[in-house]
């Protein structure tokens, strides 16, 4: 691909990315799903608004900035995913004036806390972990979630919702089998949630098992997010194929080292990120989109090496673009900030408001 571009940017397939977003709001409506989908990945009002297209009505986010953000373009039903912060009470009273805002619980503490700060009602999940390890209570402690339950029952601006539950281990299975075992376990866990709080929305998602089951038992939304992309860690543990990936990072080749055979990119930690992916070839950062062989194998601020094969390498030019296909989606889109499309038009991300 040659443009001409000095500096990097991310190339995004909107017709695949539009794919992605009809397939999963298809198989939470026919599962009988409200589609909660995670914006944390896109962070695009553009790609928001396609999924308005499929009906969506309920947005998860993980900051208040990222809330805002997406408020301001008519999204009025909105979920932070990320444990409350008291520190954030005035923004969330402020937030809530003219949205209906949810939030995460896992503490009487937190509850009270926010119970004692808030100017109005503001519905919260409490948030499970599916022996995940970060945060939320454990889905298997039923002791502590019925205390917590009963506890935001009594307060006057806590309404209680339901449950919210990210299987982030997911992300540690190594193949489509795995990623469905892991989930069906998961769920099998929740049905007792199900069963204790009958009338309790259990919102569930991680792109993994979202991607790989056909059914989710006791959940009531469904909330995945890195799916609108997908990316190579994705691609290597099952959830999808390396031509579902619809992002690229679009990197100027600005040298060649012939005795290695390796490209010298402008594209590095500050672009990509420094997630990896380790095979039996060694570790690498991404690789060539199309080409495998032709691997980022290090990294540094601003720059990129590229070790391939000698007809890749002799096919190159300096001044020439390759793209680079992340290891993690989510982050390459959040350091970038911006998306170009297959035509050369760019478009808004979070980043271009929220520097910070």
């Given at each position: 691909?040659?443009?001409?571009?000095?500096?990097?940017?991310?190339?995004?397939?909107?017709?695949?990315?539009?794919?992605?977003?009809?397939?999963?709001?298809e198989?939470?409506r026919?599962?009988?799903?409200?589609?909660?989908?995670?914006?944390?990945?896109?962070?695009?009002?553009?790609i928001?608004?396609?999924?308005?297209?499929?009906?969506?009505?309920?947005?998860?986010?993980?900051?208040?900035?990222?809330?805002?953000?997406?408020?301001?373009?008519?999204?009025?039903?909105?979920?932070i995913?990320?444990?409350?912060?008291?520190?954030?009470?005035?923004?969330?009273?402020?937030?809530?004036?003219?949205?209906?805002?949810?939030?995460?619980?896992?503490?009487?503490?937190?509850?009270?806390?926010?119970?004692?700060?808030?100017?109005?009602?503001?519905g919260?999940?409490?948030?499970l972990?599916?022996?995940?390890?970060?945060?939320?209570l454990?889905?298997?402690?039923?002791?502590?979630?019925?205390?917590?339950?009963?506890?935001?029952?009594?307060?006057?601006?806590?309404?209680?919702?339901?449950?919210?539950?990210?299987?982030?281990?997911?992300?540690?299975?190594?193949?489509?089998?795995?990623?469905?075992?892991?989930?069906?376990n998961i769920?099998?866990?929740?049905?007792k949630?199900?069963?204790?709080?009958?009338?309790?929305?259990?919102?569930?998602?991680?792109?993994?098992?979202?991607?790989?089951?056909?059914?989710?038992?006791?959940?009531?939304?469904?909330?995945p997010?890195?799916?609108?992309?997908?990316?190579?860690?994705?691609?290597?543990?099952?959830?999808?194929?390396?031509?579902?990936?619809?992002?690229?990072?679009?990197?100027?080749?600005?040298?060649?080292?012939?005795?290695r055979?390796?490209?010298?990119?402008?594209?590095?930690?500050?672009?990509?990120?420094?997630?990896?992916?380790?095979?039996?070839?060694?570790?690498?950062?991404?690789?060539?989109?199309?080409?495998?062989?032709?691997r980022?194998?290090?990294?540094?601020?601003?720059?990129?090496?590229?070790?391939?094969?000698?007809?890749?390498f002799?096919?190159?030019?300096?001044?020439?673009?390759?793209?680079?296909?992340p290891?993690?989606s989510?982050?390459?889109?959040?350091?970038?900030?911006?998306?170009?499309?297959?035509?050369?038009?760019?478009?808004?991300?979070?980043?271009?408001?929220?520097?910070?």
């Amino acid at each position: 691909m040659k443009t001409l571009s000095p500096t990097p940017f991310l190339k995004i397939d909107i017709e695949k990315t539009r794919q992605h977003i009809k397939t999963m709001s298809e198989k939470a409506r026919s599962n009988a799903l409200e589609f909660r989908p995670h914006f944390k990945t896109h962070q695009s009002l553009m790609i928001g608004s396609i999924f308005r297209e499929y009906g969506t009505k309920g947005i998860t986010v993980s900051s208040t900035n990222m809330a805002e953000y997406f408020m301001r373009a008519g999204w009025n039903d909105v979920t932070i995913a990320f444990p409350a912060n008291i520190l954030e009470i005035n923004r969330y009273n402020k937030l809530s004036e003219d949205a209906d805002l949810r939030l995460l619980v896992q503490s009487k503490r937190v509850c009270d806390l926010l119970s004692e700060g808030l100017n109005t009602t503001i519905g919260v999940y409490i948030e499970l972990d599916p022996d995940y390890g970060r945060s939320g209570l454990s889905y298997t402690d039923i002791k502590s979630i019925r205390e917590l339950a009963d506890h935001i029952k009594k307060s006057n601006l806590l309404h209680f919702i339901g449950f919210y539950c990210h299987a982030g281990n997911s992300y540690k299975c190594n193949s489509r089998n795995e990623i469905s075992e892991l989930g069906k376990n998961i769920l099998s866990g929740l049905e007792k949630i199900r069963s204790l709080f009958p009338d309790a929305d259990i919102c569930y998602g991680d792109t993994p098992t979202c991607s790989v089951l056909e059914s989710f038992g006791p959940v009531s939304q469904l909330s995945p997010g890195n799916f609108v992309f997908y990316d190579l860690m994705q691609s290597a543990i099952g959830s999808c194929s390396e031509e579902d990936i619809s992002v690229s990072l679009c990197c100027p080749v600005v040298e060649k080292k012939a005795e290695r055979k390796q490209l010298i990119i402008h594209g590095g930690a500050v672009h990509l990120s420094k997630e990896f992916l380790s095979d039996s070839s060694g570790k690498h950062f991404g690789y060539v989109k199309g080409n495998k062989s032709s691997r980022l194998v290090s990294i540094s601020q601003e720059h990129g090496i590229v070790e391939c094969s000698e007809e890749f390498f002799n096919e190159i030019k300096i001044g020439d673009h390759i793209e680079i296909l992340p290891v993690h989606s989510c982050l390459t889109a959040d350091l970038m900030g911006s998306y170009s499309d297959l035509t050369g038009k760019y478009y808004d991300h979070l980043r271009s408001h929220y520097p910070g």
